[in-house]
């Protein structure tokens, strides 16, 4: 086994120049455990927000710092817990790890809890891997947890070609529903080739005026586009709003118009990842990679990340050498 592994962490909050990689002695597993060798990190949002101070997972963590950042983890366990019996060396695993307080994933080794990990399909590579947990439980929770859709909804999902949208749209196809997505012109052709029935560009079209009578909305911008987004529901409709700093917002706009809505904080769950990986496996679904970055970029991958503007999902490269 590995002793030496790279990590990043930070030691305050702050912009990305605060991400620094370290070297540190590979942990020993626990009882419950595996120690991965990582391949692909995911990058989400609340990774950026946190390393700003923001948001709920900062609160979580402000006591405890130096801290290694992501949640999003795939690669190989390297060694075991000694009660672990579902997961053995060599096994190619992913999973949402250690969310919130633990972290862990930016780096070329991480621990994991074995119930947090399901085995990857041999249809994705293990960094693409590292990109899929987080932003997929997102999408699905949203769709079929809080908003509940069916086949035959209409349903609209903004920032579509996003790391959470891309994926969710897909989802909403694979289960039969009519699906339209906001997004910049730039990104049209790569959603109608996912199959979305329409796009409607954001800087031209006021999607209040296009979309009416809607099922369900799953709002991945949040603020003035969620309460916007209330007068495209039906009354039986429901909207689903992600951003956390808005949500409130958004709910108490829909409550005085007699609507539903509802915010979201995803949560692992190795079941829906798992219904999540037949997708790919049945070739329904697939994850969009932007840019992957070696670990020692992860301070750039960030500025790309906060720009907002990335289509699918950005991720760290942890092999060594990456």
Same mark, same amino acid.
């Given at each position: 086994?590995?002793?030496?592994?790279?990590?990043?962490?930070?030691?305050?909050?702050?912009?990305?120049?605060?991400?620094?990689l370290?070297?540190a002695?590979?942990?020993?597993?626990?009882?419950?455990?595996?120690?991965?060798?990582v391949?692909?990190a995911?990058?989400?949002?609340?990774?950026?927000?946190?390393?700003?101070?923001?948001?709920?997972?900062?609160?979580?963590?402000?006591?405890?710092?130096?801290?290694?950042?992501?949640?999003?983890?795939?690669?190989e366990?390297?060694?075991?817990?000694?009660d672990? %019996?579902?997961?053995?060396v060599?096994?190619?695993?992913?999973?949402?790890?250690?969310?919130?307080?633990?972290?862990?994933?930016?780096?070329?080794?991480?621990? %994991?809890?074995?119930?947090?990990?399901?085995?990857v399909?041999?249809?994705?590579d293990?960094?693409?891997?590292?990109?899929?947990?987080?932003?997929?439980?997102?999408?699905w929770?949203?769709?079929?947890?809080?908003?509940?859709?069916?086949?035959?909804?209409?349903?609209?999902?903004?920032?579509?070609?996003?790391?959470?949208?891309?994926?969710?749209?897909?989802?909403?196809?694979?289960?039969g529903?009519?699906?339209? %997505?906001t997004?910049?012109?730039?990104?049209?052709?790569?959603?109608?080739?996912?199959?979305?029935?329409?796009?409607?560009?954001?800087?031209t079209?006021?999607f209040?005026?296009?979309?009416?009578?809607?099922?369900?909305?799953i709002?991945?911008?949040?603020?003035?586009?969620?309460?916007?987004?209330?007068?495209?529901?039906?009354?039986?409709?429901?909207?689903?709003?992600?951003?956390?700093?808005?949500?409130?917002?958004?709910?108490?706009?829909?409550?005085?118009?007699?609507?539903?809505?509802?915010?979201?904080?995803?949560?692992?769950?190795?079941?829906?990842?798992?219904?999540?990986?037949?997708?790919?496996e049945?070739?329904?679904?697939?994850?969009?990679?932007?840019?992957?970055?070696?670990?020692?970029? %992860?301070?750039?991958?960030?500025?790309l990340?906060?720009?907002g503007?990335?289509?699918?999902?950005?991720?760290?490269?942890?092999?060594?050498?990456?």
């Amino acid at each position: 086994m590995d002793t030496e592994m790279r990590k990043i962490v930070y030691h305050q909050f702050g912009d990305a120049d605060v991400l620094q990689l370290e070297t540190a002695a590979c942990p020993a597993p626990e009882p419950g455990e595996v120690l991965i060798r990582v391949q692909g990190a995911g990058l989400n949002p609340i990774d950026w927000k946190t390393r700003k101070g923001l948001g709920f997972a900062a609160r979580q963590i402000e006591d405890s710092l130096p801290w290694t950042p992501g949640y999003d983890v795939a690669g190989e366990v390297v060694a075991t817990g000694n009660d672990v %019996a579902t997961l053995a060396v060599g096994d190619r695993v992913m999973g949402m790890v250690g969310f919130p307080s633990r972290g862990g994933a930016y780096a070329d080794h991480a621990l %994991a809890q074995a119930d947090e990990l399901i085995i990857v399909p041999a249809e994705l590579d293990l960094v693409t891997a590292g990109g899929l947990p987080l932003a997929a439980l997102t999408a699905w929770q949203a769709l079929f947890e809080v908003a509940k859709i069916e086949s035959g909804n209409k349903i609209l999902i903004h920032a579509g070609a996003g790391g959470v949208g891309h994926l969710a749209v897909q989802f909403a196809l694979a289960y039969g529903a009519h699906v339209i %997505a906001t997004a910049s012109a730039a990104n049209r052709d790569f959603l109608a080739k996912l199959g979305v029935h329409e796009v409607i560009d954001y800087h031209t079209t006021d999607f209040v005026e296009e979309c009416y009578g809607l099922d369900a909305v799953i709002d991945l911008i949040g603020g003035e586009t969620g309460r916007r987004s209330l007068h495209t529901l039906a009354q039986h409709g429901v909207l689903v709003t992600v951003p956390s700093v808005t949500a409130d917002d958004v709910i108490t706009a829909a409550e005085a118009l007699g609507l539903r809505a509802h915010g979201l904080t995803v949560r692992p769950d190795v079941f829906h990842l798992e219904e999540i990986a037949e997708l790919i496996e049945d070739g329904d679904v697939r994850l969009h990679v932007e840019k992957t970055f070696p670990l020692d970029k %992860a301070a750039d991958a960030h500025r790309l990340l906060e720009q907002g503007h990335v289509r699918g999902k950005l991720i760290l490269d942890c092999r060594a050498g990456g």
